[in-house]
């Protein structure tokens, strides 16, 4: 077997106008493979230098360097109800360094006369505010703190030309993600008292750009690796194994369609104005899909996302409550809509990935309330009638959660107080008093689910029949 490496593989020369923060599986499988697709279809020539985010030791950088910078990307799903695999050796990452402990290779690098653009994934918790971070850090602590120092720097190097701008993209999981990035950019500047001229070159120079990502991403495939490397013909120990399935909506100005042409390629990038509506979309119909079939599923013994739906009275749960009650309260196109809704549920059965339904339940008290409220809600205003599959979805997440329910082995992982309050006002003898309760906690919800009138009736009696009938019995009369 091979070892992967510029010895090994050919690897041409790219200019580097990508400045990466990150170097993990997502960006890897997701971002860098869409690059180097790019690269190789001749729509773009652009190379990536990754720099690790946060402090911290450099064996992931140790890696990269033995390879190269050179990895696989392994990707296995369903496309038009058939199995599909793809394989590819991703190219796009010219170097990778740690600016904590090579802080002038990475000045210079953010200095330089052709870099373009800031690619970032720094997990949730990355773009955040911390006043006070010291600018002349080398480099500055938070991610906001260390671009605006980067971005000074730079203006002060190009005496505030124009187009020495940068486009920073953003991929962290937070909604407006860019414009929030840009928000905390701004307020550096103003609590270091950096000159205006700086602020204005930032407003009138840079473009930041808010994205919704979307792609299952395990990671590096432990379980058969070896197997991988015999397939691939390479000691590869960066491989990174995700799903088939892949869309990049990319909201903000023109520029960047111009500049970074993903979906001349062919691939499933998406340039909008502004992402609100797409993500608010996805969010109901996939999340919206994933949260409500928790509850039933782990009540049915399942496991995985595949294991459930090989349960008829799931999938066809599934499939009804989308096209019944999320789609028709979605304005758009209802041909379109129902097309994107079946390339979404599709990736439901991709069999090589165990997208784990424990792992997906990870505080579902919130993520129900964001993802299937606005569902029950539209049903109720926009159409006048219940929406009573996603409803029935609430009675299964309150009784998974009462400590009374039929899963086996599953704690609930989510806020303890909340947990606490269910289980302690669980009463065999009166559900619709502590359903009641659970709904009219305020600590637990923004939103008031009694604006809908027959909420709390219509969830006490799907809560009575799951606990009587048990779980399967109670859905089957629920699609009856």
Not at 244 to 250: K, L, P, Q, S
Not at 259 to 273: E, R, S
Not at 471 to 480: C, D, I, N
């Amino acid at each position: 077997m091979k070892e992967l490496n510029k010895t090994t593989v050919e690897k041409r020369n790219l200019p580097i106008k990508i400045l990466q923060f990150g170097e993990g599986n997502f960006l890897r499988a997701f971002v860098d493979w869409m690059i180097d697709k790019a690269n190789d279809a001749g729509v773009m020539s652009h190379g990536i230098v990754a720099v690790q985010p946060i402090a911290g030791g450099d064996t992931m950088i140790k890696m990269f360097k033995e390879q190269d910078c050179l990895y696989h990307v392994y990707l296995e799903g369903i496309k038009d109800k058939k199995p599909v695999k793809e394989v590819a050796l991703v190219k796009s990452i010219v170097d990778i360094m740690n600016p904590y402990s090579q802080y002038s290779e990475y000045e210079k690098l953010f200095l330089s006369e052709e870099l373009e653009m800031i690619i970032s994934n720094t997990t949730e918790a990355g773009i955040r505010y911390e006043e006070g971070d010291d600018l002349n850090a080398a480099p500055p602590k938070s991610f906001p703190a260390k671009m605006t120092a980067l971005l000074h720097k730079r203006y002060k190097k190009f005496n505030g030309d124009l187009n020495k701008g940068l486009l920073i993209i953003c991929c962290e999981l937070i909604e407006d993600n860019g414009s929030t990035l840009r928000e905390y950019v701004l307020k550096h500047a103003k609590y270091n008292n950096l000159e205006e001229g700086f602020i204005n070159w930032v407003n009138a120079a840079c473009h930041f750009y808010d994205t919704l990502v979307d792609r299952i991403v395990p990671g590096f495939p432990r379980e058969n690796i070896d197997e991988i490397k015999a397939e691939i013909g390479f000691n590869d120990n960066l491989v990174v194994k995700g799903e088939y399935f892949h869309v990049w909506a990319i909201g903000g100005d023109s520029i960047i369609k111009e500049k970074f042409p993903l979906d001349k390629a062919g691939l499933n990038v998406l340039f909008m104005d502004d992402i609100k509506a797409f993500r608010a979309k996805k969010v109901r119909i996939l999340n919206g899909s994933h949260t409500a079939m928790v509850p039933v599923a782990l009540q049915l013994g399942c496991e995985t996302v595949m294991d459930a739906f090989n349960t008829p009275e799931v999938e066809k749960y599934i499939n009804r409550m989308v096209a019944e009650e999320v789609l028709p309260c979605i304005d758009e196109d209802p041909e379109e809509l129902k097309a994107f809704a079946a390339k979404i549920l599709e990736r439901f059965y991709n069999p090589y990935l165990k997208h784990y339904l424990k792992d997906i339940s990870l505080n579902s008290i919130s993520k129900w309330e964001t993802r299937d409220y606005p569902t029950v809600y539209d049903n109720c205003e926009k159409l006048r009638k219940n929406a009573k599959l996603a409803t029935f979805s609430f009675a299964a997440l309150l009784v998974l959660y009462s400590g009374q329910s039929a899963a086996k082995n599953f704690t609930p992982n989510d806020t303890v107080e909340f947990i606490g309050f269910i289980q302690k006002n669980f009463n065999r003898n009166d559900i619709k008093g502590w359903v009641s309760a659970v709904v009219n906690n305020k600590a637990m919800w923004k939103e008031n689910f009694a604006e809908v009138s027959s909420f709390i009736d219509e969830v006490s009696k799907d809560a009575e029949l799951i606990l009587n009938k048990g779980m399967l019995q109670a859905l089957k009369e629920v699609m009856a």
